[in-house]
């Protein structure tokens, strides 16, 4: 399979540096944000970070159906906080609160929907610029 632009190759590697890129922003929304905006726009990032991923996996997937699923995964993953579990896996693990969190917060089901529409959103756009090349 070749690397020319919409393939899925091509689409993986976007979404891989995509998913790398938002690591980043996110680390650095933290340590250069304080506040109530540092964890908005952790939470938004969380789930940009899902949309990009759920593309590498599936390359076809389609703008929407990448967003809806991040955004699923996402609120499955604020709810589950709701159970005290990812709590308790908080304290005996560094990459747990990074994964799961560890306290519900409602508004942070709004952020996700953010990071999803923008996800979405950019997923979309590099889709079509792809096809207008090919």
């Known amino acids: 399979m070749t690397a020319g632009a919409g393939t ?6 976007a979404a891989g540096a995509a998913a790398a890129l938002t690591v980043a922003a996110g680390l650095g929304a933290r340590s250069a944000a304080t506040g109530a905006w540092a964890g908005y726009a ?14 590498l996996v599936a390359p076809r997937t389609r703008p929407v159906a990448a967003a809806g699923a991040a955004l699923a995964f996402s609120c499955a993953v604020e709810l589950f906080q709701l159970t005290g579990v990812p709590a308790a896996l908080a304290a005996h693990s560094r990459l747990a609160p990074l994964v799961l969190g560890t306290s519900f917060h409602a508004p942070d ?4 929907a953010v990071g999803a529409a923008a996800g979405g959103a950019v997923h979309a756009f590099c889709r079509a610029a792809c096809r207008r090349r090919a």
Do not use: E, F, I, M
């Open 8 to 13: 899925p190759l091509a689409t993986r590697s």
């Open 42 to 55: 952790g939470d938004a990032l969380y789930t940009v970070l899902v949309v990009a991923l759920v593309v």
């Open 109 to 112: 089901l709004l952020w996700y």
